[in-house]
């Protein structure tokens, strides 16, 4: 059996995100002295969260950790660029020395697809139907 843990690494205003990220990479060396089997940091694009790039976050981690494997809780594929999500991770591993893992997952906020929508990123033939496309970007543009 093997043991981890993740978090979204959520966020006030009462703590400065400088402070709150210093206590995210404790977390992950702590859980690594303890000998946790994995650590998972969440990705978010919204401001009650921390980590919008996981695997820069997972970089830092991996120069302050042994062990622990580091991952992603979840990268969103249907709102990002598969392929760059993998040279992202393909570096970490690098990093880290083979402590790399990436866990994929298709859920997403639709404010995260509308963030995607602007970057020009929109959800060419991943996951959703071209049907599920117009429907997102009208609402993307409504929202606007």
Do not use: N, W
């Not at 205003?13 to 402070?19: F, G, L, N, T, Y």
């Not at 906020?109 to 033939?125: D, E, H, P």
């Amino acid at each position: 059996m093997e043991l981890g843990i993740y978090t979204f690494v959520e966020r006030s205003a009462a703590v400065p995100a400088e402070q709150r990220m210093r206590e995210l990479m404790a977390e992950i060396e702590l859980a690594d002295q303890v000998g946790l089997d994995v650590f998972g940091v969440g990705e978010h694009h919204r401001p009650d969260y921390l980590v919008s790039a996981p695997a820069v976050v997972l970089s830092a981690a991996s120069q302050r950790t042994k062990r622990i494997r580091l991952t992603s809780a979840v990268s969103v594929l249907s709102s990002d660029d598969p392929v760059r999500v993998f040279q992202e991770f393909s570096t970490v591993d690098l990093l880290s020395g083979g402590r790399a893992e990436i866990m994929a997952g298709r859920g997403t906020f639709i404010k995260s697809i509308c963030s995607s929508a602007a970057r020009g990123t929109l959800l060419t033939r991943s996951f959703f139907s071209t049907a599920s496309s117009i429907t997102i970007g009208s609402y993307c543009r409504a929202a606007a």
